[in-house]
């Protein structure tokens, strides 16, 4: 199929589509309490739903919110991952305005700096669960 072929066959796709929205970003791990405190104090966001095996907070400025539920077998994700090891299924990048005080602070709310850092304006770091995550200047 050529491109124009392939740009009709989107458009028609979107044509007939439901409406999509986006509404959380799941993250799995052995204790849903500790990635809800985590973030919570993190990103400063407020808590809608602390269950015990789901939990959901929500950006008060509105977009996208974080979820955490239970996973009794999770294994971390190894960070860079090689060919048989655990990887990555997600991670969050997040934008800050002042880098070193951002990972001061991740690190102060529960986070570790990865020991691997591929990037000089990009800051790795580990969640609680082992969950990489990124910490950027735009």
Known sequence: MGLAGGA??????QMS?????????????PDV???????????GWEVETDEDDWA????????VGLAF??????RPP????????????IHLEI??????????HAVACGATVAAFQPQ?????????AGHPFCLYVD
């Open 8 to 13: 009709a066959a989107v458009q028609s796709v």
């Open 17 to 29: 589509a439901p409406r999509l929205k986006l509404s959380l970003v799941n993250l799995g791990g």
């Open 33 to 43: 309490g500790v990635l809800l405190r985590f973030y919570q104090q993190l990103l």
């Open 56 to 63: 959901v907070l929500r950006d008060p400025a509105g977009g």
């Open 69 to 74: 539920q239970t996973e009794v077998h999770h």
């Open 78 to 89: 190894t960070w860079p991952a090689g060919p048989t090891d655990q990887q990555q299924q």
């Open 95 to 104: 934008e800050v305005d002042d880098l070193p005080a951002a990972s001061e």
């Open 120 to 128: 000089d304006d990009v800051l790795v770091h580990l969640d609680p």
